[in-house]
């Protein structure tokens, strides 16, 4: 509460003074207001939903012997592997490392897998194919971590891949990576 309280001098004849008033302001009402807003905005906010990436994966209970034949200028093997670096090639193995289509690249914007992908798009406009039609298939090694993956997921879909797989990583392809790379 506020409260009012004058102050009075020694009267002398003759002489008027006006008194003078001195105001004390209790806040305490104050404090209360702030805690009750404080507690208000607590329990009003929303907190941040996790972020959930929607991968959809075929059942794996039936065995299917029917393989799926993906054209050597549509395919793009991506293999993550160990210290944040990406091992890929272009169509076959074999085909890759004769021709030299393959190489090894980091996540970074300018030069890591993201412009691959954007190379590889632009490779198959120029050659007349439907650049839906390409397909990646991500075959993760031991080494490689799942912020490895997810990154790449992430350019795929940065990138509007519409076709991807996550497969295994083949002995060649690891005996190719390790030639090329020092190891997995």
């Given at each position: 509460?506020?409260?009012i309280?004058?102050?009075?001098t020694?009267?002398?004849p003759?002489?008027r003074r006006s008194?003078?008033?001195?105001t004390?302001v209790d806040l305490?009402?104050?404090?209360d207001?702030?805690?009750?807003?404080?507690?208000?905005?607590i329990f009003t906010?929303?907190?941040?939903?996790p972020m959930?990436l929607?991968l959809k994966?075929p059942?794996d209970?039936?065995?299917?012997?029917?393989?799926?034949?993906?054209?050597?200028?549509?395919?793009?093997?991506i293999i993550?592997?160990a210290d944040?670096k990406v091992?890929y090639?272009?169509g076959?193995?074999?085909?890759?490392?004769k021709?030299g289509?393959?190489?090894?690249?980091?996540?970074s914007?300018?030069?890591?897998?993201?412009q691959?992908i954007r190379d590889?798009q632009?490779?198959?406009?120029r050659?007349?194919k439907?650049?839906?039609?390409?397909t990646?298939?991500?075959?993760?090694t031991d080494?490689a971590n799942y912020?490895?993956?997810?990154?790449?997921?992430?350019?795929a879909?940065?990138?509007?891949v519409?076709?991807?797989a996550l497969?295994k990583?083949t002995?060649?392809?690891?005996?190719a990576?390790?030639?090329?790379?020092?190891?997995?």
């Amino acid at each position: 509460m506020a409260e009012i309280t004058t102050a009075t001098t020694g009267d002398k004849p003759g002489v008027r003074r006006s008194k003078k008033h001195s105001t004390r302001v209790d806040l305490t009402p104050m404090v209360d207001l702030g805690f009750l807003l404080i507690t208000f905005f607590i329990f009003t906010t929303t907190m941040s939903e996790p972020m959930a990436l929607d991968l959809k994966m075929p059942d794996d209970t039936k065995k299917v012997d029917v393989e799926m034949n993906v054209g050597e200028s549509a395919a793009l093997t991506i293999i993550p592997v160990a210290d944040n670096k990406v091992f890929y090639y272009h169509g076959s193995l074999e085909l890759a490392m004769k021709t030299g289509t393959y190489g090894i690249v980091n996540y970074s914007f300018k030069d890591g897998i993201g412009q691959v992908i954007r190379d590889k798009q632009l490779a198959m406009d120029r050659a007349g194919k439907v650049r839906k039609d390409l397909t990646l298939m991500i075959k993760p090694t031991d080494n490689a971590n799942y912020q490895n993956v997810v990154n790449i997921l992430d350019e795929a879909k940065i990138n509007d891949v519409k076709h991807y797989a996550l497969m295994k990583v083949t002995d060649n392809e690891k005996q190719a990576v390790v030639e090329k790379n020092g190891g997995l």
